[in-house]
């Protein structure tokens, strides 16, 4: 069973940085890509940032210069470097890959979210 655990969340200021990361453990064949998405209250659920199988990266237009998404794979951990966070950047964060487990069809898989909420 595969399980992507979320860490890094909390309360900053406005300005503020956070560094989120994403704990990828299990039985995985091939991990396709992987990124970081938000959801805040009343929005839908939104990509930030992508990480793809050859190293290219996507990033939402409103986080582009000041975040960061990057991947230690020795490590199996995603991470997402946020700088000069804007209170529009509350909400919670999800892990996502797509990937393939060693049985079975290639499938979308989500850590449990953690809270980022920016605020002075």
């Known amino acids: 069973q595969v399980q992507l655990v979320e860490s890094g969340g909390g309360l900053v200021q406005p300005g503020g940085s956070l560094r989120l990361s994403c704990a990828v453990s299990?039985?995985?064949?091939?991990?396709?890509?992987m990124g970081w998405y938000r959801q805040a209250p009343g929005k839908q659920r939104e990509l930030v940032a992508r990480?793809?199988?050859?190293?290219?990266?996507n990033y939402a237009d409103s986080v582009k210069g000041r975040f960061t998404i990057s991947r230690d794979e020795a490590k199996n951990t995603l991470y997402l470097q946020m700088n000069m966070l804007k209170p529009d950047d509350t909400a919670v964060y999800y892990c996502?890959?797509?990937?393939?487990?060693?049985?079975?069809?290639?499938?979308?898989?989500w850590g449990q979210g953690t809270q980022v909420t920016v605020s002075s």
């Open positions: 996502h890959a797509n990937l393939r487990a060693p049985v079975g069809a290639r499938y979308d898989d």
């Open positions: 299990g039985n995985i064949l091939t991990i396709y890509h």
């Open positions: 990480l793809n199988s050859g190293g290219s990266t």
